[in-house]
């Protein structure tokens, strides 16, 4: 039986002549839908070489400057909390050495108290957290200028190396969870970087958790008698970064770079973690004054331990209170301080580790393609800009109504600023932090034997239960009254030449007194 052979989708005999022709017709016939095919796929996945080009040459262009600037900040946050992890380690050293303060009254001129062991452990694991992650950072950074080689288009940036791993397993070893998971790990993606109307409202739920988070500080700062420039510097931030956040949730998603709205977020918490604190320990350091030569003098006359060698009875009482107040705020000696300390530089960690993220991943450029409704949209700007004007009216009448509750009594150095809803003639209203009076060197003989009684003074500061501090000097003070009781955060108690021969059995309730 002779032999035949298929040429051209058609059996033809061994013996019969082919065409050469007709044999590479048929070759090419064979092969052709594969390698079309091949070149459909290479063209699908492939972009253009000037397209290419042209978004590098872009891409190296903008890059530089964010991760300098980002390296910039990142240093700033690590220098900043290694100083908070020295002051919570060693807060009288610490402080003294800032403010030049260490042959003063044997280093316990500022009276610096440790916190409790549980306290103070919470506080040095958190900062020692919050350092490694800023020094972590830094290195993310250097490591950014490296060649990036991918091959994931630019939806499959983010988490390359989950993605990677689902998308490169078959689909026959796939199981039930891998599926699960990549899911789990898309919706992730689409919540991070908003590329979904369920992360634009993700978005939005976000910069309101930062406001609340922003409010609640500034809360803790007007109840704390902070100075009131350094009150309207905070709220200045947070008003601004309410009205950043009204316009950003007011665009069109689809004209909004995610590293922008990254960036602008993160400035905000850079200045409440980090510049506001700066700001605050710079005021501290402008503020104090210390007469040093008379303190010298003192030294060389009186013996040592009599009321004129103490520093801190020479230095002005008042502003010296109100630095103690200002350093106290930066320590962690309480459960809510360590909240407060720990969470705003650790957030604000994790926010610079996203946008080197972001750096070091082109998907940022790409515009959303998804719409949100224009309603929703001006709904969520009007919502921030009444959060900015609440803050703007709370601060106004916080610092006005205590301003006004506080004026009869010149005695108080320091007052919480509070929204006080003011009742005609009342002495009782006043939320004082800190009662400081007296005079260190009588002028007449009569000021020495019958000085100025303020027993009733101190019942009015201490009817709201505010009050912290107490220090009198060549006043006349017998008896405590009982209205002192309602003080549970009195700390710092200072009586000099005030005739008071005993305390009252009441006053071991006072389990929160750090000096007598």
């Known amino acids: 039986m002779p032999g035949k052979v298929f040429v051209g989708g058609k059996v033809q005999p061994l013996g019969r002549s082919i065409d050469s022709k007709q044999l590479r017709l048929a070759t090419s ?3 052709s839908p594969r390698h079309d095919e091949n070149n459909s796929f290479r063209r699908r996945s492939r972009p253009s ?7 590098t040459l872009a891409l190296q262009h903008v890059r530089p400057a964010p991760r300098v600037l980002v390296f910039v900040v990142g240093t ?14 060693a807060p009288n050293y610490t402080v003294n050495w800032v403010m030049k303060t260490e042959s003063f009254d044997g280093g316990s001129f500022w009276l610096l108290v440790d916190p409790s062991p549980t306290v103070l452990a919470l506080g040095i694991l958190g900062l020692w957290i919050v350092a490694v992650g800023f020094l972590s950072l830094l290195m993310r950074i250097v490591k950014l200028g490296e060649p990036i080689k991918t091959k994931e288009s630019d939806g499959d940036n983010f988490l390359r190396p989950e993605i990677r791993i689902f998308r490169k397993s078959s689909a026959h070893d796939e199981s039930i969870w891998r599926r699960r998971a990549a899911s789990t790990v898309q919706l992730a993606k689409e919540i991070a970087d908003g590329g979904s109307l369920l992360g634009y409202f993700a978005k939005v739920c976000i910069k309101l958790g930062d406001f609340l988070a922003d409010f609640a500080l500034l809360y803790l700062n007007l109840e704390a008698g902070s100075p009131v420039a350094l009150v309207l510097v905070f709220s200045a931030i947070t008003v601004s970064s309410a009205l950043s956040s009204a316009v950003l949730v007011s665009l069109p998603p689809e004209k909004t770079s995610l590293l922008i709205d990254t960036l602008l977020d993160t400035l905000f918490d850079f200045l409440i973690a980090i510049a506001y604190p700066w700001l605050a320990l710079t005021y501290c350091f402008s503020t104090f004054s210390f007469e040093y030569k008379l303190l010298e ?8 331990g009599w009321f004129e060698t103490v520093a801190s009875v020479i230095a002005d009482p008042v502003k010296t209170s109100i630095i103690r107040r200002i350093l106290k705020s930066l320590r962690i000696v309480s459960v809510l301080d360590f909240f407060a300390r720990v969470g705003v530089n650790l957030f604000l960690c994790v926010r610079l580790h996203y946008i080197v993220s972001l750096l070091h991943d082109p998907s940022w450029r790409k515009k959303h393609p ?7 949209r001006y709904f969520a700007g009007a ?3 009444c959060l900015a004007a609440v803050v703007v009216v709370f601060v106004e009448e916080s610092i006005r109504t205590s301003t006004l509750a506080c004026k009869p009594h010149s005695e ?14 009342s002495l009782t209203q006043c939320p004082c932090l800190t009662l400081i009076d007296g005079v260190k060197t009588p002028k007449t003989y009569a000021a020495w034997i019958l000085p100025k009684d303020l027993t009733a003074k101190v019942a009015q500061l201490a009817a709201t239960g505010d009050l912290q501090t107490i220090q009198l000097t060549n006043r006349f003070l017998p008896v405590l009254p009982s209205e002192l009781r309602r003080c549970k955060q009195l700390k710092h108690v200072s009586l000099i030449y005030t005739h008071m021969m005993e305390l009252p ?4 309730e006072f389990t929160k007194l750090e000096y007598l």
């Open 505 to 508: 059995d009441w006053f071991k």
């Open 76 to 89: 700033t946050c690590l220098l900043w909390t290694l100083l908070l992890l020295q002051l919570t380690i």
């Open 49 to 55: 070489s000037s397209s290419l080009s042209s978004f």
């Open 297 to 304: 003098i003192n030294l060389d006359i009186y013996p040592a």
């Open 29 to 31: 016939t064979q092969a």
């Open 412 to 425: 108080c150095a320091v007052n919480a600023w509070r929204w006080t809803y003011l009742q005609s003639d």
């Open 370 to 376: 998804f719409k949100v409704n224009a309603k929703h």
């Open 383 to 385: 919502l921030f800009v």
